[in-house]
């Protein structure tokens, strides 16, 4: 297959301007900004940018032709002053609710490598809070070994080719963010797909405009180019160093040579998106990228894939604005930090190695960043008696007073609106309280712990597609005397 054939083959779509701008919020948490105010430097005098103002603007002539007024003072033929940035932007995001955008980092070579839909390379959840004015990002490393609905366990980076290869509604993007939305537990918004040819390209951009990337590497690597025709480049450590090509920037963040492995790899990721954030959004910059942006869409818009509107990038992207580095969180699932653990399995008849996860851990990182006030704040507003009905987790009773408390329990907990769907007894006895988890549902143990006070200790995570219940309550003396 020739390259031209190849290109032509792969289903990216073609989105909107605001759709492949706003791919810009998802690298730097606020890049798209500089799509919102282009009717704003066509007339721009603040600084020197390249090109001549078009007439409508007023421009004064090279020869320098003025009016004057009664006393035959001379009047220059000024353009109409700008009016403020803020004056000529759209409103920002209603406020209403918190959104989660799901990237991901697709290398189409995998078409023509694999005879089929690519893997996803790399996968960061984004995460927007339009009332506290924070953000964070959660990196998901490729060899998670998570649930896939419909397909069982594997890699979480097969969701996607899983998808298109099944031609499910909403291809490898909706099984993608349905995986990733049942492993964290939280709610998939919005996907953005970009091409890693695309990749290069836009911070070649980004570099020719703003100046090279900084970086600040901890192990010396070798940065490897994709595809061949170009040398290795060797960086080293004791500062920071300049990264001016876009295939350098690639390759760095995708290097997975160093001894953190994928969780390296990872961070360096996070690093590069931050540090694209601060070359747009210094002054001198901004508008030339305005300037640019009508350009950049068309020579790039073969490789962006996303299901968000021009009106919710924009809204999206005047909220991004507001978002300093300072309130976006960021983390990796590290297995070093506890958070999985490396195991062997086999994969299509050949044996792999997989990370499995450790859920406990990864619940509290994942209320660090997805929360306003850390592991301990609910992730959404509302009433908890409210959140927990409407999650309409299916639950189990089980007693383990042997007294009978289990029918008696599971009435009081049904008048509370909850959905119980088995009652029976424990096969031993507890003195505490026992809530066994087996899917992400985090509303109900929320209204758990603040009616009956129980602790995190109390809380046991054993994830189970196959279970018939999505939450096992196992009664204990400490509760009995709360039970009419």
Do not use: H
Not at 143 to 161: C, E, H, K, L, Q
Request: aromatic share 8%.
């Amino acid at each position: 297959m020739s390259k031209f054939e190849f290109l032509k083959n792969v289903k990216f779509g073609r989105p909107t301007v605001g759709q492949i701008i706003f791919w810009g919020i998802t690298l730097a948490l606020s890049v798209a900004a500089f799509i919102f105010v282009s009717n704003l430097t066509q007339c721009w005098t603040l600084t020197g940018l390249p090109g001549r103002p078009p007439a409508s603007c007023g421009e004064v002539t090279a020869g320098g032709e003025f009016t004057v007024d009664e006393q035959g003072n001379p009047i220059a033929n000024l353009p109409p002053t700008p009016l403020p940035v803020a004056d000529n932007l759209p409103p920002a995001w209603d406020g209403a609710s918190r959104i989660n955008i799901l990237f991901m980092g697709m290398d189409a070579r995998d078409l023509e490598e694999n005879n089929g839909p690519p893997r996803t390379d790399s996968m960061i959840l984004f995460t927007i809070d339009p009332i506290s004015k924070t953000g964070g990002m959660l990196s998901i490393p490729r060899d998670m070994w998570v649930n896939i609905p419909g397909f069982g366990y594997s890699r979480i980076n097969t969701a996607y080719p899983s998808g298109e290869g099944a031609k499910l509604p909403g291809g490898g993007p909706a099984l993608a963010m349905k995986t990733v939305s049942q492993f964290i537990g939280v709610p998939v918004d919005y996907y953005v797909q970009v091409d890693f040819v695309v990749f290069e390209t836009m911070v070649d951009e980004i570099i020719k405009i703003g100046g090279c990337l900084q970086v600040y590497p901890t192990e010396k690597m070798i940065l490897d180019p994709i595809g061949p025709g170009l040398d290795k480049v060797k960086l080293t450590t004791g500062g920071y160093r300049d990264l001016c090509d876009g295939w350098k920037v690639l390759a760095y963040a995708r290097n997975r040579k160093t001894s953190g492995g994928d969780a390296d790899r990872s961070r360096r990721q996070q690093e590069v998106i931050f540090a694209l954030q601060k070359i747009i959004f210094t002054p001198e910059n901004f508008p030339r990228f305005i300037q640019s942006s009508t350009t950049l869409y068309k020579r790039l818009s073969w490789g962006i894939k996303t299901n968000l509107t021009f009106e919710d990038a924009l809204q999206l992207g005047v909220l991004g604005r507001d978002i300093s580095r300072d309130s976006i969180k960021t983390g990796v699932i590290d297995p070093q930090l506890g958070m999985a653990v490396f195991d062997n399995t086999t994969l299509g008849g050949e044996a792999a190695s997989v990370l499995k996860p450790i859920t406990e851990q990864i619940r509290i990182l994942r209320d660090e960043i997805f929360t306003t006030g850390g592991a301990l704040s609910p992730i959404a507003q509302g009433d908890a008696a409210t959140l927990m009905r409407e999650e309409g987790s299916r639950v189990r009773i089980m007693d383990g007073t042997y007294s009978g408390l289990d029918q008696r329990a599971g009435a009081l907990f049904q008048s509370y609106g909850m959905n119980v769907t088995e009652v029976a007894g424990s096969p031993e006895g507890y003195n505490s309280t026992l809530v066994i988890v087996y899917g992400p549902d985090l509303y109900t143990i929320r209204w758990l712990q603040s009616a009956f006070g129980l602790s995190d200790r109390q809380i046991r995570f054993s994830p189970d597609p196959n279970s018939t219940v999505d939450i096992e309550i196992r009664l204990g003396s400490d509760i009995a005397g709360s039970i009419p």
